[in-house]
T-cell receptor, first 111, second 115 residues
Framework: AQSVTQPDIHITVSEGASLELRCNYS??????LFWYVQSPGQGLQLLLK??????LVQGIKGFEAEFKRSQSSFNLRKPSVHWSDAAEYFC?????????FGAGTRLFVKA | NAGVMQNPRHLVRRRGQEARLRCSPM?????VYWYRQLPEEGLKFMVY????????ESGMPKERFSAEFPKEGPSILRIQQVVRGDSAAYFC?????????????FGSGTQLSVL
């Protein structure tokens, strides 16, 4: 069965600190993986995606993610968080016609 | 190039009424997806449509819910005889021709509140 798990419901980091959001997936083949960000009252915006090739992918707003097949993970990272990064982040997997989303991790940024 | 447009942004209905949610995909996009988001939860897939065809409706409740994407006009998600449990944010996404799901463009959603 296909599934996406984001173990952390909430994360709080200080502005300027580094960030890592965890994502684990279950899928029978090589997945298409995505990270989306959602600001309050808004739809989702694509940060980055992994289809194949280089396992370290760069996205918008200074985010990157690393695909690790052996760990079934696709963690999102940013070296220095800005207050404007406070939002909800969703990891997603595409299998067939569906894109399946994790439950999300809400990021709080403190000054 | 306008993005995915959803209307209304907020919809209030009393129990038993009908709710109609509209989604206009991005220009040139022929794949439309509907998702439902409950508080503190991720997005749950409901249905995937192409023009005039339902491709995958495995996430749609079997009763009261229907979706269409006509040749002309927006995609419509219709909920008949709404109940309080239908209260949620409903998001529409579209993707261009080619590989579906390669990149989804999301609308801002419709927040449905059932009184």
């Amino acid at each position: 069965a296909q599934s996406v798990t984001q173990p952390d419901i909430h994360i709080t980091v200080s502005e300027g600190a580094s960030l890592e959001l965890r994502c684990n997936y279950s899928y029978g083949a090589t997945p298409y993986l995505f990270w989306y960000v959602q600001s309050p009252g808004q739809g989702l915006q694509l940060l980055l995606k992994y289809f194949s090739g280089d396992t370290l992918v760069q996205g918008i707003k200074g985010f990157e993610a690393e695909f690790k097949r052996s760990q079934s993970s696709f963690n999102l990272r940013k070296p220095s968080v800005h207050w404007s990064d406070a939002a909800e982040y969703f990891c997603a997997l595409t299998g067939g016609f569906k894109t399946i989303f994790g439950a999300g991790t809400r990021l709080f940024v403190k000054a | 190039n306008a993005g995915v447009m959803q209307n209304p942004r907020h919809l209030v209905r009393r129990r038993g009424q009908e709710a109609r949610l509209r989604c206009s995909p991005m220009k040139g996009h022929s794949h439309v997806y509907w998702y439902r988001q409950l508080p503190e939860e991720g997005l749950k897939f409901m249905v995937y449509l192409q023009k005039e065809n339902i491709i995958d409706e495995s996430g749609m409740p079997k009763e009261r819910f229907s979706a269409e994407f006509p040749k002309e006009g927006p995609s419509i998600l219709r909920i008949q005889q709404v109940v309080r449990g239908d209260s949620a944010a409903y998001f529409c996404a579209s993707s261009p021709e080619g590989v579906p799901n390669e990149k989804l463009f999301f609308g801002s959603g419709t927040q449905l509140s059932v009184l």
